[in-house]
T-cell receptor, first 114, second 113 residues
Framework: GAVVSQHPSWVICKSGTSVKIECRSL??????MFWYRQFPKQSLMLMAT?????????EQGVEKDKFLINHASLTLSTLTVTSAHPEDSSFYIC??????????FGPGTRLTVT | QKEVEQNSGPLSVPEGAIASLNCTYS??????FFWYRQYSGKSPELIMF????GDKEDGRFTAQLNKASQYVSLLIRDSQPSDSATYLC?????????????FGPGTRLSVLP
């Protein structure tokens, strides 16, 4: 149990375009989903927390207009990177939590902006 | 500021030895503690969690928690080369908007055959 999927697993896009990443909890209802970013050889950095049906809470320094998060259902959250630039190239990982305290991570999406 | 600290390593141990990974945290209100393993280029996977003071064992893994010292550790017995990875300590605390995780920077473990 506790499987979280992400799609796509990797994506290459041109500078200035937008990219949408999906995060799904497959066998449980995720009341809260988290989006992280991880640069090479660095630890996970929390970008935002989203609860189903409400607006996401962004961490300090994360542009909410650039990283759009939608958590429309208990099993799906999406992150849209708008007007992507090369510095947005990173490994984006979502995690999901049900009413318990454990978080389960998706496999991650590697974004490369050329 | 909620902080979680780990020695970045690398920590090198010979195959079959015990690997000891340590983590300290700053917030006395932290309620639960997690150890994740992350292989290079992959997402973290949950190994263990612990909520109460003392030891918790699961196979070759033992988590130890001392809330008075704000210290949590992970012991890996009979270390195998496949255990070579970065180990992330995460601390859960109740903030204004619900429960949040704070991750440590991770300790890179290398098990030498």
């Amino acid at each position: 149990g506790a499987v979280v999927s992400q799609h796509p697993s990797w994506v290459i896009c041109k500078s200035g375009t937008s990219v949408k990443i999906e995060c799904r909890s497959l066998d449980f209802q995720a009341t809260t989903m988290f989006w992280y970013r991880q640069f090479p050889k660095q630890s996970l950095m929390l970008m935002a927390t989203s609860n189903e049906g409400s607006k996401a809470t962004y961490e300090q320094g994360v542009e909410k207009d650039k990283f759009l998060i939608n958590h429309a259902s208990l099993t799906l959250s999406t992150l849209t990177v708008t007007s992507a630039h090369p510095e947005d190239s990173s490994f984006y990982i979502c995690s999901a939590r049900d009413r318990g305290r454990e978080q389960y991570f998706g496999p991650g999406t590697r974004l490369t902006v050329t | 500021q909620k902080e979680v600290e780990q020695n970045s390593g690398p920590l090198s141990v010979p195959e079959g030895a015990i690997a000891s990974l340590n983590c300290t945290y700053s917030d006395r209100g932290s309620q639960s503690f997690f150890w994740y393993r992350q292989y290079s280029g992959k997402s973290p996977e949950l190994i263990m969690f612990i909520y109460s003071n003392g030891d918790k064992e699961d196979g070759r893994f033992t988590a130890q928690l001392n809330k008075a010292s704000q210290y949590v550790s992970l012991l890996i017995r009979d270390s195998q080369p496949s255990d070579s990875a970065t180990y992330l300590c995460a601390v859960n605390w109740r903030g204004n908007y619900g429960q949040n995780f704070v991750f440590g920077p991770g300790t890179r473990l290398s098990v030498l055959p």
